[in-house]
């Protein structure tokens, strides 16, 4: 099996569009409760092949040549697990609570290639 990193995306977009900002505060907390149950439920029908449980990203720095900045992207969390194929790991992530649940944009999965050489 390949190994496969999957980082959780969101937009200011997607949120404006699932209406989480102007949700009333008790619509918002259920449908959280809803959607971390969701999540753990995905975890743990997954947990075979989850090399990395992951979990939610903060703030961003980038270092480069010139220096160090915070800056800010579109990624929210990840996880790393293996799969057969390629389009095996996507297809784990159809119907994904980030998305379906909470304000999340989508999942991109990537193949965790060997380093050249090693």
């Known amino acids: 099996?390949?190994?496969?990193?999957?980082?959780?995306?969101?937009?200011?977009?997607?949120?404006?569009?699932?209406?989480?900002?102007?949700?009333?505060?008790?619509?918002?907390?259920?449908?959280?409760?809803?959607?971390?149950?969701?999540?753990?439920?995905?975890?743990?029908?997954?947990?075979?092949?989850?090399?990395?449980?992951?979990?939610?990203?903060?703030?961003?720095?980038?270092?480069?040549?010139?220096g160090v900045s915070d800056i800010a992207n579109n990624l929210a969390g990840y996880v790393i697990l293996h799969a057969e194929s390629h389009d095996a790991a996507a297809r784990l992530f159809e119907n994904h609570p980030h998305f379906t649940i909470f304000p999340g944009d989508g999942v991109e999965i990537m193949e965790c290639l060997p380093i050249p050489g090693q």
Not at 40 to 56: E, R
């Open 1 to 66: 099996m390949k190994k496969y990193m999957a980082v959780f995306t969101g937009t200011a977009a997607s949120r404006a569009k699932s209406g989480w900002d102007s949700m009333d505060d008790a619509t918002r907390k259920a449908r959280e409760a809803a959607g971390i149950a969701a999540w753990h439920k995905w975890h743990a029908d997954h947990a075979g092949i989850l090399t990395d449980g992951g979990g939610p990203l903060g703030k961003t720095k980038r270092t480069g040549a010139d």
